[in-house]
Nanobody, 122 residues
Framework: RFSCRRSGGGLVQAGGSVRLSCAAS????????MGWFRQAPGKEREFVAA????????KYADSVEGRFSVSKNSAENTVYLQMNSVKPEDTAVYYCAASSHFTMDSTEYFNWGQGTLVTVSS
């Protein structure tokens, strides 16, 4: 399970930045990949990014590539999602999750963290 939180306060203005973090305190040993997903109002859950704990290989959705970045602190079992140049279309509840393998399919992830609402004003 993950404890997730957002740095900074509340509403984010378009063009601004926000950073999300998820810290794993439980069974991370079987997880090889950490993923970020989001769900906008009335939309299906959408893949945002995924990264391997070991080695290179971070995948970003086309909609966020060049604006979002994932970083890790393995010693703290923490993964970060840095969101820059945010757009109103980025408004969603963001989730972190773990998977046993690299995939963009949300159904193959487990240990979903608490959703964190990011609202981008236009």
């Amino acid at each position: 399970r993950f404890s997730c939180r957002r740095s900074g306060g509340g509403l984010v203005q378009a063009g601004g930045s926000v950073r999300l973090s998820c810290a794993a305190s439980g069974r991370i040993f079987s997880s090889h990949v950490m993923g970020w997903f989001r769900q906008a109002p009335g939309k299906e859950r959408e893949f945002v990014a995924a990264t391997r704990w070991k080695g290179a290989g971070t995948k970003y959705a086309d909609s966020v590539e060049g604006r979002f970045s994932v970083s890790k602190n393995s010693a703290e079992n923490t993964v970060y999602l840095q969101m820059n140049s945010v757009k109103p279309e980025d408004t969603a509840v963001y989730y972190c999750a773990a998977s046993s393998h690299f995939t963009m399919d949300s159904t193959e992830y487990f240990n979903w963290g608490q959703g964190t609402l990011v609202t981008v004003s236009s």
